[in-house]
């Protein structure tokens, strides 16, 4: 029989859009899950805004913090310290109250400060450690993501699944997983062995497909690039992970976004995209 998969979108896949819109076109465009982008929320509405979620009949399939990063990173600089900086995306988790239970809060390290790599694993053990604890409070999930090595020393010290994953078992909570993008980690060395050894410590999939990037935000549909998604798919799905597959892409600073298109037929055409690599996977 054919496994079922859920569909969700990323709020930064539907970026020109504000987070009304999202929720009601998500809803109409049946989607099922949303990957919240706090950067989407007016403080003064914020909890207004949250109960559309559920009255649109949409899951949370992951938050995306304001600051998300363990260290400064090119998108979020400030502030520098990261306990400051950890103490702000547990205020996040704070905000989202009842509606946090079980849903998988995203974060990266960030830059290595000098290139020290191992500074950071240093310090994310200890700090991890102790938001993990935080977060327990709420019932909520962290879920590291390693980037891609495009953004490595930019966004990231961690760009294989492999050393997220020494991370995850260093941190040593139970309510710290991690987050495979298809678009960071497919060029991975034993990428689906790499996946496999993560078992039920994947907490979000997010999927975009992969061309050779003309800017740091450069992505495409599914199954218009080189990522082989059957494949992957198969390797998510044996791994045991149960949650929604988050369309996430980012399009700009190139010279076709996506962003200026029809973001509606973007979110038709992936859910056909992935429908169709969904197939593939289960039937070959």
């Not at 600051?67 to 547990?90: G, V, W, Y």
């Not at 700090?127 to 962290?142: H, M, P, T």
């Not at 800017?215 to 390797?235: C, K, T, V, Y």
């Amino acid at each position: 029989m054919m496994p079922r998969y859920r569909y969700g979108v990323s709020e930064f896949t539907t970026m020109p859009w504000t987070f009304e819109q999202d929720i009601e076109r998500y809803a109409q465009l049946g989607v099922e899950a949303i990957e919240v982008c706090e950067i989407k929320l007016d403080e003064r509405r914020r909890d207004e805004q949250l109960a559309l979620i559920a009255q649109h009949g949409l899951a949370i399939s992951s938050v995306q913090p304001r600051i998300r990063t363990l260290f400064p990173s090119q998108s979020q600089p400030e502030p520098l310290d990261p306990r400051a900086r950890m103490a702000l995306f547990s205020q996040t988790i704070q905000r989202f109250g009842p509606l946090a239970q079980g849903v998988p809060f995203v974060t990266n390290t960030g830059s290595p400060p000098g290139g020290n790599i191992q500074r950071v694993y240093d310090v994310g053990v200890e700090v991890y450690r102790e938001l993990a604890d935080e977060a327990s409070r709420f019932g909520a999930r962290i879920a590291l993501e390693p980037l891609n090595p495009s953004i490595m020393n930019v966004e990231t010290a961690i760009w294989t699944i492999q050393q997220a994953l020494h991370l995850v078992t260093q941190v040593a909570r139970s309510n710290f997983g991690v987050c495979i993008d298809s678009w960071n980690v497919w060029q991975n060395a034993d990428l689906f062995e790499a996946i496999a050894a993560c078992g039920d410590r994947i907490f979000v999939v997010q999927l975009s497909d992969w061309r050779t990037p003309r800017s740091f935000q450069d992505r495409l549909s599914i199954g218009q690039g080189e990522i082989p998604f059957p494949a992957f798919l198969r390797a998510i799905h044996a791994s045991g992970f149960t949650g929604p597959y988050v369309l996430e892409i980012f399009s700009a600073d190139v010279p076709d976004p996506l962003w200026e298109g029809d973001l509606k037929q973007l979110i038709r055409d992936n859910r056909t995209n992935l429908g169709v690599a969904w197939q593939a996977a289960f039937t070959s």
